[in-house]
């Protein structure tokens, strides 16, 4: 970690009955600085927003976090900056209470190692024995409790494997465990929609704004894997990752997925800190 502040002060330490540590009662982002700048800023603060709404949750000032943001990355021309609102400090049991004192945590922490060479030729991944389970009220949110992807992560320790796919509790695919998945098909972009479980990332996002003409959400079968084309993996923070192999189906870098790179890497997505 390079830089913290709880509720805008320098600080690493929140209190034990913080309903974030007790439940996962919170929903955070994780953005990537570059240049200085946080890339795809509005995008995270809506996201952010909707789900501080959902769980009932005071939505924190854009304002507010901007300037947070631009602290804890201050000296950093590249890093990867953490926000995470909890419900703040309860007593015991589930119920929340009648007032809402929010906790707003904002770190900042080291560029992960370079990924340019597997983002040129190609990652290895794996389908995950864990299930995700279905719970429609809290679909797309970027909500605190991540202990479905903590144990689909642990199932394997092959370093040449770096990602693993996420199946439904009805074997639908949904994403991979810390990103968002397409399929290529001719020219169309397939991703599975987010309305029963998974996280609706801000790649994915952006991705379907931009290639809307040719993007479908629909429920994709696991016996879609091996029909496709083409296939990658999204995230906000590492890029675009073109997938070669899932098990025993292997996969050409194609076209589309190149296509998709591109658009990335030529600045449409640039750094903006409006909002």
Not at 3 to 28: H, K, N, P, T
Not at 221 to 232: I, K, N
Request: proline share 4%.
């Amino acid at each position: 970690m390079l830089e913290c502040l709880v509720d805008g002060e320098i600080s690493d330490r929140i209190l034990a009955a913080d309903r974030g540590l007790q439940y996962g009662d919170g929903v955070f982002e994780t953005l990537a600085i570059l240049g200085g700048l946080p890339r795809f800023w509005q995008a995270h603060m809506d996201r952010l927003a909707a789900g501080c709404e959902q769980l009932g949750l005071p939505v924190t000032p854009q304002a507010v976090l901007l300037r947070e943001v631009q602290t804890v990355s201050a000296g950093h021309r590249n890093c990867v900056v953490k926000i995470i609102i909890t419900r703040g400090v309860s007593g015991r049991g589930y119920a929340p209470g009648a007032s809402v004192k929010t906790n707003r945590i904002v770190c900042s922490y080291a560029w992960p190692v370079d990924p340019g060479k597997l983002i040129e030729t190609g990652i290895r991944t794996r389908i995950c024995k864990l299930r995700l389970g279905l719970q429609p009220a809290l679909a797309g949110l970027k909500h605190l409790n991540r202990l479905e992807q903590v144990l689909a992560r642990a199932e394997w320790t092959d370093k040449t494997i770096h990602e693993g796919i996420l199946l439904d509790a009805e074997d639908h695919v949904i994403s991979a465990i810390a990103s968002n998945i397409f399929l290529v098909c001719g020219d169309s972009l397939l991703t599975p929609r987010m309305d029963r479980c998974g996280v609706r990332g801000v790649m994915r996002a952006n991705i379907l704004k931009v290639f809307k003409s040719r993007c479908q959400q629909r429920r994709i079968m696991l016996d879609m894997l091996p029909e496709a084309d083409e296939v990658f993996v999204c995230n906000s923070v590492r890029g675009i990752f073109p997938v070669t192999r899932i098990d025993h189906w292997e996969y050409s870098i194609g076209p589309v997925t190149r296509e998709v790179q591109q658009w990335l890497s030529n600045g449409i997505s640039s750094p903006s800190s409006k909002g």
